[in-house]
């Protein structure tokens, strides 16, 4: 029991930490915070930074509404940065719904709501783009939330939040919310490097217990025995190892057999045992099958994950063809009305086209499919009514793992391997993870449930080491771009911006990769004074002496190589003068002596000729062959169609060869042509004698001990020889972010975009400030294009079209073929091919990796959108879906906003407004609003049967 003394100390602890910001926050909270989220938010409290590790579901961003409150009550600014706009709409409407509209703002790109409320929810790309731009927005900020802060190891965006990390102004505390990651302190070091003081709070508890399952055939089974969940697993693994996992030896039992199913006898027209027989290989379970398995278990709703779009269609038109249909009446009547309100303002023909019969038909029973090919219109639907509990599976690709909130009670896996544009691989144990993260809804379920699909030649014990691994370390994809490099050489000088860049976390872990190098080093270098020390000789200095002896050794092998040089140089020459019929003397080899020329020099690598010898064999020789310069030694006829193919034909032709030298024809004279430079011999020759003199007479040469001398200086050279090399691998690993951005602005210089300044460092150019403000993977082509005149004289539906194909990447097995191009933009798009085989021959020639080729892809039907034609018309014969179409579209919008902001001209910049109106309607800016009320309310209205559409 505890004394009244400590009673008291903890009543009044409890007192004070309810007065605190931490208290204050909790206690407007509907449940106690995590010991984890404590932690985390009471170290923002006391005025550091954070980054906060933990799985899906956990919690994580309870943190990051910590630092809204904070912020709030301290009067400053809070930033909410998530990765993807679906995120920032949820965040933005969570927020709203906390802190009043009025005090919530949204900038995603292409949408601006309240922009200078105190707090503000933005994609990251936007957050760099404003600290470039030095935005008046960024005032009194205290406090930005890097929601999904791991998308920093993302090849195409990733860099976005290194950038933000380094720029942010020192007064800013930053609050990085991670899904788990095995290198938390490595990322929290760099973090405390580059923000100051930060601090690392790590979780690895679910707080929904994750159970592993595999369905076999038509049977759901553990994985795990000994009731073991996931996480479990995974501390067995960590503790003991991998072969302590136990796998249920009943899933073994049933897989090991194959699956039931009948013999197969002899096939018609086969001998006895030619057949073949056994049972056949167990059968995944069909997708129908597996959402009743589900339903009958209590595993619903859940995510379907399957790695291609058309799949997930699919699998919905399955579902209906097989009559599954997981909601009641009132449910399928709730659904329809809210579609009907929903997509009421969306043209009829568009519809039609969006197959949106069958994708409501899905919905109406519970069933929807997920994916980045989807209209975001259907796409935010389907999100809202999963949330709802309305719809209770969704057949999905794995964008639907990261950021969006669809928590789901049992995750399925269809397939343990994707497609990842090349070929197919398998995932990763951290794939694996963030997949099955989703499984079990924090306050709804008391566990969560991954299903993987058993297919044939899978292995039990593979699945359990995938489930129960945690290694899924964050690795930077940071690289200096075109557009990046202008803005800090702007803001920052040519020094600053490098030692901006060498804080990157991708050269923090370049540098941490060079330790072990740099430790091996320092251990040689120990070792290589050992041996200078026993190569000490007491009448002079051995090394003096070993370098005459290495320089004279090299001296020789040069004069070696040089003479055989000119020797190859000369025979090379003149044999390439040599006709059919000239007889050349063979001074060595397998084939010496006379020999007939009967072919022509044929080049390629080297100079190779065809020849029959005396002993009447046809040989292919080269320079290497013979001793310098070339002469005939005689001459004979070689008829016009020779070829030396039979025996008779060579043995012909070596009795003439034979005839000629006995009569002494003599043959023709060749000229050798101006042999190349080389060192004079005698040169050559005098320093050698020179090296060789020395040598003799140094001290050391008399030496009793010299051969021990000479067995420790060679290892001493040869490790020496290794040492030399570690330090270029630490200099090339230490260096390569700045290395790049000094290969950028060599090429940069090419184009005049950067020239010394008066102290002869490099400076922006007038030339080059477009390319500040202009964003993406085609920067610097969109701005010699500007530069070039491609967008002029054209009217706004083709500079629609034009802007197109600098942002659209098609995928790689698109193929489209224009009959012509939409208002005369063939000889434009010509010209700007011409301008990237340009760039991409510079970008080669400075070690660059080669800008995207520009994709007229998109040219057609943006053209099409951009003249008022509807969704088919603009989409017939492109190839391209309906949600391709809309995201690739609002990246022209996006594109035509920094060309307009590009130029300081007023008339330009409302001809980039005018072709944005004529694409910026229907589908592509149609935006889901949530019905007024809370979700309990949605869920309880009666709402009617809509008209049928």
Not at 733 to 757: C, E, H, K, M, W
Not at 794 to 814: I, N, T
Request: aromatic share 8%.
């Amino acid at each position: 029991m505890p004394s009244y003394a400590e009673k008291y100390e903890a009543a009044k602890a409890r007192s004070e930490y309810l007065k605190s910001s931490v208290g204050l926050f909790e206690s407007s909270l509907d449940f106690p915070l995590d010991d984890f989220q404590r932690e985390a938010c009471e170290v923002l409290q006391d005025g550091d930074g954070v980054l906060v590790a933990a799985p899906t579901g956990a919690g994580k961003t309870v943190v990051g509404e910590f630092a809204v409150f904070l912020a709030r009550r301290q009067g400053k600014k809070a930033f909410y940065t998530t990765p993807i706009k679906a995120l920032s709409n949820q965040k933005f409407h969570d927020l709203s719904r906390i802190h009043g509209a009025e005090n919530v703002g949204l900038l995603t790109g292409d949408i601006s709501v309240n922009s200078e409320a105190p707090i503000m929810v933005m994609t990251t790309e936007v957050l760099r783009n404003m600290l470039y731009a030095q935005s008046s927005t960024l005032s009194s900020l205290g406090f930005v939330v890097m929601d999904e802060v791991h998308y920093l190891a993302d090849r195409f965006r990733g860099a976005v939040w290194e950038e933000v990390m380094i720029h942010l102004p020192e007064s800013v505390a930053v609050v990085s919310l991670s899904a788990t990651i095995s290198n938390a302190e490595e990322f929290g070091q760099w973090l405390d490097t580059v923000r100051g003081s930060t601090r690392v709070v790590v979780s690895e508890h679910r707080p929904v217990p994750l159970w592993q399952h595999v369905m076999a055939g038509h049977r759901l089974y553990d994985l795990f025995a000994d009731n073991t969940t996931i996480s479990k697993a995974a501390d067995i693994v960590r503790r003991d190892g991998a072969e302590k996992i136990k796998v249920n030896t009943d899933l073994l039992k049933a897989t090991s057999r194959r699956g039931p199913g009948p013999r197969r006898g002899p096939r018609r027209g086969k001998g006895k045992g030619q057949g073949r027989s056994g049972p056949p290989p167990m059968r995944r379970a069909p997708r129908p099958v597996v959402l009743r398995s589900l339903d009958e278990n209590g595993l619903l709703p859940a995510i379907y994950f399957i790695f291609s779009r058309a799949a997930c269609d699919d699998a919905v038109l399955q579902c209906i063809a097989s009559d599954i249909r997981l909601t009641d009446q009132r449910q399928a009547q709730m659904i329809r009305a809210y579609i009907a309100e929903a997509t009421a303002s969306v043209d009829l023909k568009d519809l039609r086209v969006l197959g949106f019969d069958d994708w409501r038909e899905g919905l109406s029973r519970g069933i929807a499919a997920h994916h980045a090919g989807m209209l975001p219109l259907f796409k935010e639907i389907v999100e809202h009514l999963f949330t709802l509990g309305l719809v209770k599976a969704v057949f999905a690709t794995e964008t639907l793992s990261l950021g969006i909130n669809m928590p789901a009670r049992s995750v399925v896996i269809e397939k343990l391997s994707k497609f990842n544009g090349e070929q197919h691989v398998d995932i990763t144990p951290g794939e694996y993870t963030q997949l099955t993260g989703r499984a079990g809804r924090r306050g709804i379920d008391v566990e969560g449930h991954a299903v993987v699909l058993w297919n044939d030649g899978m292995d039990a014990k593979a699945i359990a080491g995938l489930a129960s691994r945690r290694t899924y370390p964050l690795y930077s994809s940071f690289k200096p771009t075109y557009n990046m490099s202008v803005n800090l050489l702007d803001q920052f000088g040519v020094d600053r911006a490098m030692s901006i860049l060498e804080s990157s976390f991708a050269q923090f872990q370049a540098d941490k990769s060079v330790v072990s190098l740099a430790s091996k080093v320092r251990r040689q270098e120990k070792a290589l004074s050992g041996y200078e020390e026993s190569m000490t000789c007491h009448l002079g200095d051995y090394v003096e002496y070993a370098n005459l002896k290495y320089k004279l050794n090299q001296t020789e092998k040069r004069r070696s190589k040089e003479r055989k040089r000119m020797t190859r140089s000369a025979a090379e020459s003149t044999m390439q003068l040599l006709v059919p019929g000239d007889v050349v003397d063979i001074p060595r080899g397998r084939n010496s002596g006379p020999a007939v020329v009967v072919g022509k020099p044929q080049g390629g690598f080297e100079t190779r000729i065809g020849v029959v010898t005396m002993s009447a064999h046809l040989r292919v020789i080269g320079p290497s062959e013979f001793d310098g310069s070339i002469q005939p030694i005689s001459k004979v006829k070689v008829p016009k169609h020779f070829t030396g193919r039979t025996p008779q034909d060579r043995r012909d032709m070596s009795a003439r060869v034979k005839s000629a030298l006995d009569e002494g024809k003599p043959g023709r004279t060749i000229k050798p042509p101006k042999s190349p430079d080389f060192e004079s011999p005698e040169e050559d020759q005098r320093e050698i004698d020179r090296l060789r003199r020395a040598v003799e007479s140094h001290p050391c040469h008399g030496c009793s001990e010299r051969e021990d001398h000479a067995r420790w200086f060679n290892r001493w050279v040869k490790l020496k020889k290794e040492t030399d090399s570690l330090r270029h691998q630490i200099d090339s690993r230490t260096n390569t972010i700045a290395q790049r951005f000094s290969n950028i602005l060599d090429l940069l210089a090419d184009y005049d975009y950067v020239g010394p300044d008066d102290s002869g460092e490099p400076q922006l150019r007038s030339a080059g400030e477009t390319l500040r403000k202009i964003y993406g993977e085609r920067d610097l082509l969109t701005s010699l294009a500007l530069r070039d005149g491609y967008f002029e004289g054209l009217d706004p539906a083709a500079l629609c079209a034009a802007a197109s194909s600098l942002v659209y990447s098609g995928k790689r097995d698109e193929t489209v073929f224009l009959r012509n191009y939409p208002a005369g933009l063939q000889e434009r798009a010509n010209r700007l091919h011409g301008l990237w085989t340009d760039l991409a021959g510079r970008e080669r020639h400075h070690r660059l990796p080669e800008t995207p080729v520009p994709d007229v892809g998109l040219m057609w039907s943006v053209y099409r959108w951009a003249r008022g034609d509807s969704l088919s018309k603009s989409l017939e014969g492109s190839g391209l879906v309906a949600g391709d179409f809309v995201r690739a579209t609002k990246q022209v919008i996006d594109a035509l906003d920094q060309l307009g902001h590009a130029v300081d001209d007023p008339m330009w910049r409302t001809g980039c407004e005018a072709a944005t109106n004529l694409i910026k309607r229907g589908v592509i800016v149609h935006e889901l609003e949530t019905p007024a009320g809370s979700d309990d309310d949605v869920i309880g209205q009666e709402w009617e049967e809509s008209e049928e559409i």
